[in-house]
């Protein structure tokens, strides 16, 4: 059979018949390959690609045309699942007409089928509903919201405390009021995410928030390339960066030894080649005094 491509009406029906929708980062061409390849629901090209691909310290420092040549490359391997592109910060927060300007780029430009917003506030809520009637699809993004930990008192679980929870609920019946078709779940108790499910009729993508319609991880996380501590919802479902770092030293190794490049690695040549190169040095050689 077929894979059919996944749409937002698609995710709809696998929220109302019970089917776990899968979701995962990407952000480059062999990141998008391996969902691709994978079956993956949804492909994220996140703002997480600021630390896990370009080396910065957070996900507040990458740039709009920084996120948009991730989102290109990853388009370029992408075929069945539907992408969505986070908007990174800066490129909403002036106003509603940027927050559009921005989400018509990463449609235009890359190809994205959504973009994500974080945040439930007054004016992310504004520019939920400004995005969404200019005819963009946004995945919303409530919890923990990275670009704003700072005012969270840091990348911390939030919904522990009883102001907290409630404030998570609101924001979540908010930004589905606002025109968001789903939305991404951050580091909440399962408990409270559990009593806000039954309201939620758009689906759920949780990340460090228990069961839920779906799950989202980061690409790096998941696979073991992410060095030293992860968030403690991550599970490492492979070793692939120890199984690089292996292969590198390995082949560093026969280079030091000389054993690489060995024959096989070569390419031969005739004798006439040979000779041919010979003359034309010999044509070049300085005359002898």
Do not use: W
């Not at 520019?127 to 963009?136: E, F, K, Q, Y």
């Not at 991404?184 to 408990?191: C, D, G, K, Q």
């Not at 005739?270 to 070049?284: F, I, M, Y």
Request: aromatic share 4%; net charge negative; glycine share 10%.
């Amino acid at each position: 059979m077929t894979r059919a491509k996944t749409t937002i009406p698609r995710l709809g029906e696998m929220k109302a018949k019970g089917e776990p929708i899968v979701m995962v980062t990407a952000y480059d061409y062999p990141s998008a390959r391996a969902a691709e390849r994978a079956e993956v629901d949804v492909v994220l090209v996140g703002d997480s690609g600021a630390q896990v691909v370009l080396g910065y310290d957070s996900t507040v420092q990458v740039t709009l045309d920084e996120m948009l040549t991730l989102a290109r490359a990853v388009r370029r391997g992408i075929r069945h699942p539907l992408i969505v592109c986070d908007v990174p910060f800066g490129s909403t927060e002036i106003s509603n007409e940027q927050a559009v300007a921005t989400a018509l780029r990463f449609v235009k430009e890359a190809g994205a089928d959504a973009v994500k917003l974080e945040g439930g506030g007054p004016a992310r809520l504004s520019r939920i509903r400004a995005v969404v009637d200019a005819g963009v699809p946004v995945v919303a993004h409530v919890g923990l919201t990275p670009q704003t930990a700072v005012a969270l008192g840091g990348l911390r679980a939030q919904g522990r405390t009883a102001q907290s929870a409630a404030r998570f609920v609101r924001k979540a019946l908010a930004v589905q009021d606002a025109g968001a078709f789903a939305v991404v779940v951050e580091a909440v108790p399962s408990e409270v995410v559990a009593v806000a499910l039954p309201l939620l009729h758009i689906p759920v993508i949780g990340i460090g928030a228990g069961p839920a319609d779906g799950q989202v991880l980061v690409f790096h996380d998941l696979l073991g390339i992410t060095e030293g501590r992860t968030a403690a919802f991550v599970k490492r479902f492979a070793a692939v960066g120890d199984a690089q770092v292996a292969g590198v030293a390995a082949y560093a190794d026969e280079v030091r030894r000389g054993v690489f490049p060995a024959h096989e690695h070569q390419y031969s040549a005739g004798a006439d080649a040979v000779e041919a190169a010979r003359s034309a040095l010999d044509a070049e050689a300085p005359p002898q005094d």
